[in-house]
């Protein structure tokens, strides 16, 4: 059987007993990677995000991570999964049982394998409340850690292990991020200088204001490009590129820097051509260019949601609009009105994942785009608004030796909302619940830590039986401090 190459004082900030030794990686010799190749370290790092449900680019992460002759770096592993809002540690020396006390529905580790080839390859380490730590090999599925050693449960001491939750950021990524200048103007351009054959560029600078590294990528409009589509920014970096103008025909264009928190920070890009400027424009508008569809509580899969919104211009359109960009939960078609109107029927279908959804995330949204030949770009959204029916408070708690109990009050958000019962489904075994008494304007919940406080951090999720909406998902954070 493969030896297990694991190790790590326990825990990130927050997490475990203070680290017996920090571990770091050595950097290896680049080695050249074959085009396309999809290595362990990609598919861990991808299950980190999509457990965490960090965004992403696949060619961002995958280029984050080079593969050397040793495979993987941790090093890169590491610096990838915090440029995409997680926080990560790296320790050594770890037995299975610490590894096991460790490993929560918000922490993940890392685990290194070694191989006949000598080069390490990668599983994740995922908790599970009655199998203990389980072990996910993308894309070959789960197995027992405690089962694969057998007789053995001590690790050997060599080699890292990297632990891995989720960056507790105190605002969305685009406000640590600064892009210079707000507005990027072209001016008037004449044919000549469209015809040219280098194009026209303005300098963008962008800069990381966070203290940690951030993965970008940049969405432009049609007529737009840059030298780079993506980018990698250390802590406190500057970084400069050009916004090239390819094309000339829209009065306003932008660009996107999308984050992986699903922040975005826009700049407008200004071009006016001197050959149309005497040529009398639609302008086409979209009216209200925020679509709004509203979920009942008593939604059920299947039901459908449907919105008008109105795309109008001036004079009359010159080609029929086109849609791009559409959420695939969104259905929209355009129908005539006039000459100089388009009617955009949106309709949305409540299947039982998008409701989930729903539930869990209260509200979601997709943007846009309407186009009309040469004509300038109308940016939409469309938004499903649920309201929250149950309300938490606290959703965060602090346990210590001297207040090792609280309490948590559960009560309806709206008020034509019931609470009839509440089920906590994971509950760590040193949190007793020692009441739960239903008042008239909700209910009131005591707990009690058993256990021993050591700096960490667990949780106590269920739902909420409610009248009319169904089960709804409940959940306190609970900081255990000696």
């Known amino acids: 059987s493969a030896v297990l190459l694991l190790g790590a004082g326990l825990c990130l900030t927050g997490f475990g007993q203070p680290p017996r030794q920090q571990a770091s990686a050595t950097p290896a010799p680049p080695a050249t990677k074959p085009p396309g190749t999809l290595s362990c370290g990609y598919r861990a790092a991808v299950f980190c995000l999509e457990y965490f449900g960090r965004q992403y680019r696949p060619y961002i992460v995958d280029a984050l991570l080079p593969i050397t002759e040793k495979g993987v770096r941790l090093s890169d592993l590491q610096t990838a999964l915090e440029a995409h809002g997680l926080d990560t540690v790296a320790r050594k020396q770890v037995s299975l049982a610490e590894l096991e006390q460790t490993l929560r529905p918000e922490v993940l580790a890392i685990v290194p394998v070694q191989v006949t080839s000598g080069q390490m390859h990668y599983v994740v380490a995922v908790f599970h409340p009655q199998h203990g730590a389980l072990l996910a090999d993308p894309p070959f599925g789960l197995m027992s850690l405690r089962q694969l050693l057998g007789d053995r449960q001590e690790m050997e001491p ?31 351009v004449r044919e000549e200088e469209q015809q ?29 490009s840059t030298s780079e589509g993506h980018r990698l920014l250390g802590a406190g970096e500057t970084w400069e590129t050009e916004v090239k103008l ?5 009065t306003q264009s932008t660009v996107l820097v999308e984050l992986p928190d699903g922040s975005k920070k826009r700049v407008r890009v ?7 400027l005497a040529t009398p424009k639609p302008w ?77 995330l209260g509200n979601k949204t997709g943007e846009f785009r309407v186009t009309c ?17 149950v309300e938490v408070n606290p959703t965060a708690i602090m346990l ?83």
């Open 158 to 188: 060599s080699g890292v292990v990297l632990f891995v939750q989720r960056a507790n950021l105190t605002k969305p990524m685009e406000r640590l991020v600064e892009v210079e200048p707000a507005v990027v103007d072209f001016g008037t």
């Open 196 to 224: 040219a054959v280098k194009p026209l560029t303005r300098k963008l600078t962008v800069r990381n204001r966070a203290d940690r590294p951030l993965a970008m990528w940049f969405s432009l409009e049609c007529g737009l």
């Open 246 to 250: 390819l094309r000339c025909g829209h």
């Open 270 to 276: 200004l071009a006016r051509s001197a050959d149309r």
């Open 284 to 360: 086409p508008e979209l009216r209200p260019d925020n679509i709004r569809l509203q979920v009942p509580l008593t939604a059920r899969a299947g039901d459908a949601l449907t919105a008008v919104a109105l795309y109008e211009a001036r004079l009359a359109l010159p080609e029929e609009p086109r849609l791009t960009g559409l959420p695939d939960w969104t259905e929209v078609t355009i129908e005539p009105a006039t000459e100089r109107a388009r009617f955009l029927r949106v309709r949305v279908r409540l299947e039982e994942g998008l409701l989930t959804e729903l539930r869990q």
């Open 373 to 389: 030949g040469d004509w300038p770009v109308v940016n939409g959204k469309i938004s499903l608004l649920r309201p929250r029916p």
């Open 400 to 482: 210590t030796a001297a207040q090792p109990s609280a309490s948590i009050r559960i009560k309806p958000a709206l008020p034509e909302v019931q609470i009839k019962e509440i089920r906590f489904l994971h509950k760590p075994a040193a949190l007793t619940i020692s009441g739960m008494r239903s008042q008239p304007d909700g209910w009131d919940i005591g707990i009690v830590w058993n256990g021993q406080l050591d700096n960490s951090v667990v949780a106590l999720s269920g739902e909420a039986i409610c009248e009319p909406s169904g089960p709804e998902p409940v959940a306190v954070v609970v900081q255990l401090r000696p």
